[in-house]
């Protein structure tokens, strides 16, 4: 299979379905900010975290993929994915897992400034991502207008999901710190003159 087949030189692509829409349509830029979410993951991954990050992580990438497929889908057309969608069920499994790491982080006092250590800042880029890719999501659900492709409504499942997977990386940040013996960072006001 060639990796390249020029039916998007004019500036087009296809939804799963058959639709063709414009590369710069808010649907392929919700699931494109869902991709990038996902190759943040990665990079995060790839700064050798502990091994229940590792875990977190790991199945977080494969959610948002399916995430990605149904957000790349003509609407109507999901039932064609043959793929488990996300549910409540995974959101809870994220709280579940901010519930079990922040078991072990001393209590927030102030604001932190992203960053810290290699592993912490790969994270909190990858929160930052995950908050992008939640307004495009959001921003698709708004479109009243424009081709039948491109409007839907999101299901409430994706959004609580993508706003829950930026909490959870907030506090895998913070842990990611402990685990490195490197303290957050605070931010502290610029005293007014």
């Known amino acids: 299979m060639k990796i390249y087949t020029k039916t998007g030189d004019d500036g087009t692509t296809g939804l799963f379905g058959g639709a063709r829409v414009k590369k710069a349509s808010r649907v392929v830029e919700a699931y494109g900010a869902v991709d990038e979410l996902n ?3 990665g ?3 790839a700064t050798k975290l502990d091994p229940l990050l590792e875990g977190i992580l790991a199945e977080a990438q494969v959610d948002l993929f399916t995430l990605g ?3 790349a889908c003509v609407p109507g057309k999901e039932e064609k994915l043959q793929m488990q969608l996300l549910s409540h069920q995974d959101a809870e499994r994220l709280e579940q897992a901010i519930d079990l790491v ?3 982080l001393p209590p927030l006092k102030s604001f ?3 960053g810290g250590s290699p592993q912490a800042a790969a994270l909190h880029l990858a929160r930052t991502v995950c908050r992008r890719a939640e307004r495009a999501v959001l ?3 708004e479109i009243s207008e424009g081709p039948a492709e491109d409007r839907r409504t999101v299901r409430e ?3 609580i999901y993508l706003n829950r997977l930026s909490d959870l990386l907030f506090v895998l940040a913070r842990y990611a710190n402990v685990k490195a013996g490197v303290d957050d960072v605070p931010w502290a006001p610029r005293a007014k003159k």
């Open 39 to 41: 190759a943040t993951l």
């Open 43 to 45: 990079v995060a991954r």
């Open 112 to 114: 932190v400034l992203p």
């Open 69 to 71: 497929a149904e957000l």
């Open 139 to 141: 921003w698709c659900d």
């Open 157 to 159: 499942e994706v959004v």
């Open 102 to 104: 922040e078991k072990s």
